[in-house]
């Protein structure tokens, strides 16, 4: 803990750099007046502490912390430009009385917000600022309309209460002492073709990918700690492996994870797994799940979200978490890569000539996204919603300058919107949860730059991925690149029954829930009585939507009045 004046800042530390105390937070320079308090890791510190030392500054640790806070004090708001990594900062000046509050380029790690009249309060989650108190834990109706209609996506600055915000990704927030707040966006990729490139031939795409990823996977090498890598044994975390095997990561840990099949759907994919780690010669770990064992994981999981994700992948990552981080503090994860090089069945028919205008992209978008429209919306809430928030975001979205295709509208949308807050939202919650730091190389914002320039029909190319996958052909065994599409099943969480099912009836018949009144119910009767009948368009469960909004309020203590 530490305050001066009207600021105060508390940290919990996960040892990654400078396992000493010398790296400890938050972090005091008394002779530059900055004191720091953040989470994440800047790849680049090295390089940026060389320089700052060319330019007279002497350093006390060996940390990233101490960095960050001289790269402040000679670059200013701009040092976030400089910075590879992941990260979210408060920066307090000692004799303005001036705060800054950071958030990474692709927002890998959270900054939520509360404020009212008197105070404003931040922290890395959502529940950390509901155990202070006095925030208005009403929902809010827009995001209430994200989460049922825009699959679960809450975009920022919204999360689904009123009383809680979070700062957008590549967003710096200054606020002054007399409570005056400034915001600037620092970066956004831009999705059109570039001139000095428009002579590259596929080839050239795929070296120029594979260099970028090869890139970064050793940045997210830097560590003080041993790093492993999660592997799915799909296309993107195995070339992950491949890459660095490639840097000499030899005897590396490598995990998989599986469940008991359930209502005939398959719970592993552990034969490609070991397939790549056979071929790099990785310490392989096969963790497998038994059904009984995830029940209880389920609690763990919801209390560990910092915002209510309806996907099943969450309690999976919870547990392999918790089994990896028996093992090593820092993984490599294939997260975004389908975001990043259109790897979802929606992108090449956002491809269609139909889509090129806003108008059809936005309706071929929505048609393979969307959980429900808006009027299937207003059926589900005892309250209706007036207008209709993600339709309205998505066109905003899809207008903007920068993307002249239906594919680059699609891409730039979900890797800036729905990738940061779903998947790369859901490894964050759940590793840290279990002490565990998850790094996210197709995140890396120079791969994510080079493949937003890259020409569409590149990426959707075989069935999606196209560039990537030939170019892992140079890494990787092909009977993984070739392979049928593969997900994270939790086939529990797909087909309601037994004690799952029991768990989601017993929350939405709750008297909390009740009380709420968020859902009509006869809705949630009509859902209850053929629990497994109504999928949303992307195969996801309406029932278990509903069940685990309900769930995750209950969990976190939010009871009263709905909006």
């Known amino acids: 803990m530490w305050s001066a004046g009207r600021v105060a800042l508390g940290h919990r530390r996960l040892k990654i750099i400078d396992l000493s105390e010398a790296g400890a937070q938050p972090m005091t320079d008394p002779e530059l007046g900055l004191t720091i308090c953040w989470n994440g890791c800047i790849y680049n510190y090295e390089a940026l502490r060389a320089e700052l030392t060319g330019q007279g500054y002497r350093f006390f640790s060996h940390s990233d912390t101490e960095v960050l806070l001289k790269a402040y004090h000679h670059?200013?708001?701009?040092?976030?430009?400089?910075?590879?990594?992941?990260?979210?900062?408060?920066?307090?000046?000692?004799?303005?009385?001036?705060?800054v509050l950071g958030r990474d380029r692709l927002g890998i790690k959270p900054l939520y917000l509360s404020s009212d009249a008197h105070r404003i309060r931040f922290a890395s989650t959502l529940p950390a600022l509901l155990a202070g108190g006095g925030v208005d834990t009403r929902i809010d109706p827009v995001a209430l309309h994200h989460y049922l209609s825009f699959h679960s996506v809450v975009p920022a600055p919204l999360t689904i209460l009123r009383g809680v915000r979070k700062l957008a990704p590549a967003t710096l927030l200054v606020i002054e002492p007399d409570g005056t707040r400034t915001e600037r966006t620092y970066w956004q990729p831009d999705f059109t073709r570039r001139a000095d490139r428009s002579d590259w031939t596929e080839r050239d795409w795929q070296d120029a990918v594979l260099e970028a990823l090869r890139t970064a996977v050793k940045r997210r090498l830097v560590a003080d700690v041993p790093v492993g890598c999660l592997l799915s044994g799909g296309v993107d975390s195995s070339l992950i492996v491949g890459l660095l095997a490639e840097a000499g990561q030899h005897g590396l840990s490598t995990f998989s994870i599986g469940f008991e099949s359930v209502g005939g759907v398959k719970g592993d994919e552990f034969v490609y797994s070991d397939i790549v780690a056979q071929r790099f010669g990785t310490d392989h770990h096969q963790i497998r799940i038994d059904t009984a064992r995830m029940l209880p994981a389920l609690d763990g999981a919801i209390g560990a979200m910092s915002e209510p994700m309806v996907s099943h992948d969450c309690v999976a990552f919870y547990l392999l978490s918790q089994e990896v981080s028996r093992h090593v503090k820092v993984v490599q994860s294939g997260q975004g890569a389908d975001e990043v090089f259109a790897g979802y069945h929606w992108y090449p028919p956002m491809g269609e000539p139909d889509a090129a205008a806003l108008d059809g992209s936005v309706r071929r978008y929505r048609g393979a996204f969307f959980d429900r429209d808006h009027a299937g919306l207003n059926a589900l809430l005892s309250e209706e919603l007036a207008t209709d928030a993600s339709l309205a975001f998505v066109t905003d979205h899809f207008a903007r300058p920068g993307a002249h295709t239906g594919v680059d509208r699609a891409l730039r949308l979900d890797t800036t919107v729905m990738l940061v807050d779903d998947p790369v939202k859901r490894v964050d919650n759940m590793t840290m949860a279990w002490g565990l730091e998850g790094r996210v190389p197709f995140l890396d914002h120079e791969l994510v730059e080079l493949a937003a320039s890259c020409p569409p029909e590149l990426k959707t190319a075989h069935g999606g991925k196209g560039v990537l996958k030939e170019a892992a052909r140079q890494v990787?065994?092909?009977?993984?690149?070739?392979?049928?599409?593969?997900?994270?099943?939790?086939?529990?969480?797909?087909?309601?029954?037994?004690?799952?099912?029991?768990?989601?009836?017993?929350?939405?018949?709750?008297?909390?829930?009740?009380?709420?009144?968020?859902?009509?119910?006869?809705?949630?009767?009509?859902?209850?009585?053929?629990?497994?009948?109504?999928?949303?368009?992307?195969?996801?469960?309406?029932?278990?939507?509903?069940?685990?909004?309900e769930l995750w309020l209950q969990q976190h203590g939010i009871t009263g009045a709905a909006v």
């Open 75 to 99: 670059w200013g708001d701009a040092f976030v430009e400089r910075l590879h990594g992941m990260f979210a900062f408060a920066i307090a000046e000692r004799d303005s009385g001036r705060v």
């Open 476 to 549: 990787i065994p092909a009977e993984v690149i070739d392979r049928p599409k593969g997900y994270f099943p939790v086939p529990a969480l797909t087909h309601l029954e037994g004690p799952y099912l029991d768990l989601v009836r017993d929350a939405l018949y709750a008297p909390q829930a009740k009380e709420r009144g968020l859902f009509r119910p006869d809705a949630v009767d009509r859902l209850l009585a053929d629990p497994n009948a109504t999928l949303t368009p992307l195969r996801g469960n309406e029932l278990w939507q509903l069940g685990l909004l």
